[in-house]
């Protein structure tokens, strides 16, 4: 059941309809019942490995409030996360390991016969698996009570909005908020409604219009070069980001006409001075995650330099493991690694080079440069995550350069989006130029808080913008949103 689906729409009129319709004291019933039927409608076996760890981790964390010895409730959380972690490893992870281990072996001649699992990914695993985690972790350091209502942790674990992509909430924030009581509000419900319609307006309208000229060029690069390969990467920039972002202001909005705050996960991120900066603009839930529970957990930057340097690394390694099970996802996360270890390496140097040249004092100037460093540098990072393999994103890569002079005509004319794909590239680049604008004036405000702030007439020209944008542009069920692999 996609949110860019009629079903969906459906759906979520008759859960609203019933969730303010009802008691207080039922309503996490019928989210809890509305969640699993939202999993069960992709495939019903997996939401029974939602159940069981749920109930682990539920378990886990009373027994470690019962117990007074840290060493015993340290075992008990490692059981927890291992038996969490090991359902990842199985599903997503194993099959992975168990083909590079086998090119590894046959390579020095080795017989290797562990045949591979014959398993789907369930979706959104990765996202409640790291929801179980933060929990655990959380009860065993003392920041979280552990939660004795059984039905109340289930649903912070499946609960529909946030279910397959995020944002990754945390229980002490989600949790609390199940025993108030929340009255229909006409100004939360609206604008949690305007937040899906702008989130449906990225993902249908932007994201699908940019995924045909992306993958025109991505699945078949050794037929591109130059012009081609730079602009389909710029293309995959904003088809990502409207793709992702538009599930989670879907998933908050949708979480705000029943009540629920939940977390940002995006701000602008393509605005970022720096990379440690995109970071914290983007993919805010996932970032904070390893941030709070592996970085400061390895020393964060409280230990020797080197060993600073070798934290960042790691951490951002791990997290383009988390993204997916490809030697793609791990090298676009090496490289963000690097890209941290390099920032942090040469901050005071930079600090003077500016300085000598005179950027400070010029500082409009000196940030729209190092936004464009800091995007370029992005940008060249997504060709890994982009590229159907480590060999496509070499050739992509060494032929960036490739055509541009006196052959950029025949590139143009040679690109597939200049032709049977002039519709999507047309639709594509105006409505990314209005994403821009958008951002531009919107600063550091929410889109439902920086429409509000709107006459009525500019609001209601957008609105209904929008909803026209979305019925003859937008493509209706068909494109999964992309964060849904991992």
Not at 144 to 164: C, D, R, S, T, W
Not at 172 to 201: A, S
Not at 328 to 345: K, N
Not at 439 to 448: A, K, P, V
Request: with cysteine.
């Amino acid at each position: 059941m996609l949110f860019n689906s009629m079903r969906f729409l459906f759906f979520f009129i008759i859960v609203m309809g019933m969730y303010f319709a009802i008691p207080y004291r039922f309503r996490w019933i019928l989210l809890l019942g509305a969640s699993y039927y939202f999993y069960i409608s992709w495939k019903p076996a997996y939401v029974i490995l939602i159940i069981i760890t749920t109930l682990i981790t539920y378990y886990a964390g009373l027994r470690m409030a019962k117990i007074a010895t840290k060493s015993k409730r340290k075992t008990v959380l490692i059981l927890s996360l291992f038996f969490n972690l090991g359902c990842l490893f199985v599903f997503k992870y194993y099959n992975f390991f168990n083909d590079s281990l086998r090119v590894v072996l046959q390579h020095y001649n080795l017989f290797y016969g562990n045949p591979a699992l014959n398993v789907l990914l369930p979706i959104g695993i990765s996202f409640y698996t790291f929801k179980n985690l933060s929990y655990a972790i959380d009860v065993y350091r003392g920041d979280q009570p552990p939660e004795k209502h059984l039905g109340y942790y289930a649903l912070y674990v499946a609960f529909f909005p946030q279910l397959l992509a995020g944002p990754i909430e945390r229980a002490k924030r989600f949790l609390p908020q199940l025993i108030g009581k929340c009255d229909f509000d006409y100004w939360r419900v609206t604008n949690g409604l305007k937040l899906m319609l702008w989130g449906l307006f990225q993902k249908m309208v932007i994201a699908d219009n940019l995924a045909p000229l992306v993958d025109a060029v991505y699945n078949d690069p050794t037929h591109h070069s130059g012009v081609g390969l730079v602009l389909a990467t710029l293309f995959f920039a904003f088809q990502i980001y409207c793709d992702f972002a538009g599930y989670s202001d879907i998933a908050i909005g949708a979480a705000q006409v029943m009540g629920f705050t939940t977390m940002d996960n995006f701000n602008r991120p393509y605005f970022s001075k720096s990379i440690p900066e995109f970071w914290r603009r983007w993919h805010i839930s996932l970032s904070t995650w390893f941030r709070d529970y592996l970085y400061i957990s390895m020393g964060g930057n409280r230990v020797s330099i080197p060993r600073w340097y070798i934290n960042l690394f790691v951490v951002l390694l791990i997290c383009g493991l988390w993204h997916g099970a490809n030697w793609t996802f791990i090298v676009w996360g090496g490289l963000h690694g690097l890209y941290l270890v390099f920032s942090a390496f040469t901050r005071d140097i930079r600090e003077k080079i500016h300085k000598a040249m005179g950027l400070d004092r010029v500082p409009r100037l000196h940030n729209y440069f190092k936004v464009t460093v800091t995007f370029s540098l992005v940008c060249f990072a997504w060709i890994f995550f982009r590229a159907n393999s480590i060999s496509d994103a070499l050739y992509i890569i060494s032929h960036l350069f490739i055509g541009w002079g006196g052959l950029v005509v025949r590139t143009l004319k040679a690109a597939p989006f200049f032709g049977p794909l002039k519709f999507h590239l047309v639709v594509g680049v105006v409505s990314v130029g209005v994403l821009l604008l958008i951002h531009l004036s919107q600063e550091d405000n929410h889109f439902d808080q920086w429409l509000s702030e709107k006459r009525i007439g500019l609001r209601w020209a957008v609105y209904y913008s929008m909803v026209v944008a979305i019925l003859l542009f937008g493509n209706f069920g068909t494109k999964e949103f992309i964060y849904f692999q991992f």
